[in-house]
């Protein structure tokens, strides 16, 4: 398969990159670095590059970030930049990639714990984590040509020990596991579902 990730470059992104270049083609996309670039952010950015690689088999994404800011702290331009970024930035991956993939092609996004689990400051990834599963939830039954799409769900990771002391009482899930989730989604059969890693 000819496989886009996109994130390809950070610390979840190298792991996913690594298990699948083993059989598959990969393209690794970073914002900077990568064998292409992207700003998830800009539209025509992403345009350039489905135009630049062509028609594709799958799209992994592990990009996108927000802001940790506690809500007495927030405002609306803080917490649109989550939006723009993990959010829309991921959703636009699909809307646009959709017209380059190939028939039974898969999209893999990815969500994360704060979804279903708050923490302190964690306000606007808790809302971006929850539109991407419900995003994914709706967007399944309407994409053609046997197109599927899933999401991520990760708890924090155990390489990145910076961010424990954040998620009180969570045990850090292996990059294995969370590796493994995204071979169920680009390798099996399953659509519309958040496959979650915690």
Do not use: C, R, W
């Given at each position: 398969m000819k496989i886009i990730i996109v994130g390809a470059t950070g610390t979840l992104g190298k792991k996913v990159a690594e298990a699948f270049l083993e059989k598959h083609e990969v393209i690794r996309v970073g914002n900077t670095?990568?064998?292409?670039q992207v700003d998830i952010t800009n539209e025509?950015?992403?345009?350039?590059?489905f135009e630049k690689i062509g028609a594709f088999d799958a799209l992994i994404s592990t990009s996108g970030k927000g802001p940790f800011v506690p809500i007495k702290?927030?405002?609306?331009?803080k917490f649109k930049s989550g939006l723009l970024d993990k959010l829309l930035g991921q959703v636009n991956l699909v809307l646009i990639g959709q017209h380059y993939i190939n028939k039974g092609g898969s999209?893999?996004?990815?969500?994360?714990?704060?979804?279903?689990?708050?923490?302190a400051a964690g306000a606007v990834l808790s809302a971006v984590n929850g539109g991407l599963n419900s995003f994914v939830i709706a967007a399944a039954p309407e994409l053609e040509n046997e197109v599927r799409i899933n999401a991520i769900s990760p708890?924090?990771?155990?390489?990145?020990?910076?961010?424990?002391?954040s998620f009180p009482g969570e045990i850090p899930v292996t990059m294995d596991k969370v590796v493994k989730a995204f071979e169920k989604s680009v390798l099996g059969i399953v659509t519309g579902q958040v496959i979650k890693v915690y």
């Open positions: 670095k990568g064998d292409v025509s950015s992403i345009k350039a590059m702290q927030m405002t609306g331009e999209f893999t996004l990815t969500s994360g714990i704060l979804a279903d689990h708050p923490i708890n924090v990771v155990e390489d990145s020990p910076a961010y424990f002391d």
